[in-house]
């Protein structure tokens, strides 16, 4: 059974950064695609940034400029690194993971994904 597991989150005044960590176990190939996505009270859970197996980076609209994707395959560790944070950020964020590859289109999509984290808490404060 694939497991992940977030770490890193915080609260944070606005323009500060975080870097959140997703540990994943049990992928029983090196092919997978993962993403982060973020929750917020009353909203939609929206992606927010993914990485495929070979590399390619997918960016919402929102994060562009300010958040940045990486993994470490040695280690099985996805990280998303949040720069300029705004108050607006505040969410609870989730990694995903899925073997294989995705479409472009749907690397952001929660359907995509069958494998969930339990979730870290971002609070960023004005």
């Known amino acids: 059974q694939v497991q992940l597991v977030e770490s890193g989150g915080g609260s944070v005044q606005t323009g500060g950064s975080l870097r959140l960590s997703c540990v994943v176990s049990?992928?029983?190939?090196?092919?997978?695609?993962m993403g982060w996505f973020r929750q917020a009270p009353g909203k939609e859970r929206e992606g927010v940034a993914a990485?495929?197996?070979?590399?390619?980076?997918t960016y919402a609209d929102s994060v562009k400029g300010r958040f940045t994707i990486s993994k470490d395959s040695a280690k099985k560790t996805l990280y998303l690194q949040m720069n300029s944070l705004k108050p607006e950020d505040s969410a609870m964020y989730y990694c995903?993971?899925?073997?294989?590859?995705?479409?472009?289109?749907?690397?952001?999509?929660?359907?995509?994904?069958?494998?969930w984290g339990q979730g870290t808490q971002v609070t960023v404060s004005s």
């Open positions: 995903a993971a899925n073997y294989g590859t995705t479409p472009v289109g749907w690397r952001l999509k929660e359907a995509a994904y069958p494998y």
């Open positions: 990485v495929d197996g070979a590399g390619s980076l």
């Open positions: 049990v992928m029983t190939s090196p092919y997978y695609y």
